[in-house]
């Protein structure tokens, strides 16, 4: 069974802090890619950053760069975002995705995590 789950969200003033948590489970977790995605509000899902399945490769949306960073722990089966700086705008439900190709592109998804960003 498939199973993405993420932690580490809570309340944090603006220019905190945060370490968000993805824990894997259930499929071949160093052969996917992973991403963090976001979703505030009236808005729509939006990509923050993605991993290679290697972990060698990182990229950003324009918005978090500079202050996310997203990581890989193979021995631990997870995905983490260190978040810092935080503004207002980040504030948003964070979810945990696991992308494969296989016969066709397979998605995982986590049921995710809120983030609030205000003082």
């Known amino acids: 069974q498939v199973q993405l789950v993420e932690s580490g969200g809570g309340l944090v003033q603006p220019g905190g802090s945060l370490r968000l948590s993805c824990a894997a489970s259930?499929?071949?977790?160093?052969?996917?890619?992973m991403s963090w995605y976001r979703q505030a509000p009236g808005k729509e899902r939006e990509l923050v950053a993605t991993?290679?399945?290697?972990?060698?490769?990182?990229n950003y949306a324009d918005s978090v760069k500079g202050r996310f960073t997203i990581s890989k722990n193979h021995t631990k089966n997870a995905v983490y975002l260190q978040m810092n700086s935080l503004k207002p705008e980040d504030a948003a439900v964070y979810y945990c995705?696991?992308?494969?190709?296989?016969?066709?592109?397979?998605?995982?998804w986590g049921q995710g995590t809120q983030v609030t960003v205000s003082s």
């Open positions: 995705n696991a992308r494969a190709w296989t016969t066709g592109w397979v998605n995982y």
């Open positions: 259930g499929f071949t977790f160093s052969t996917y890619a």
């Open positions: 991993i290679s399945s290697t972990g060698g490769i990182t």
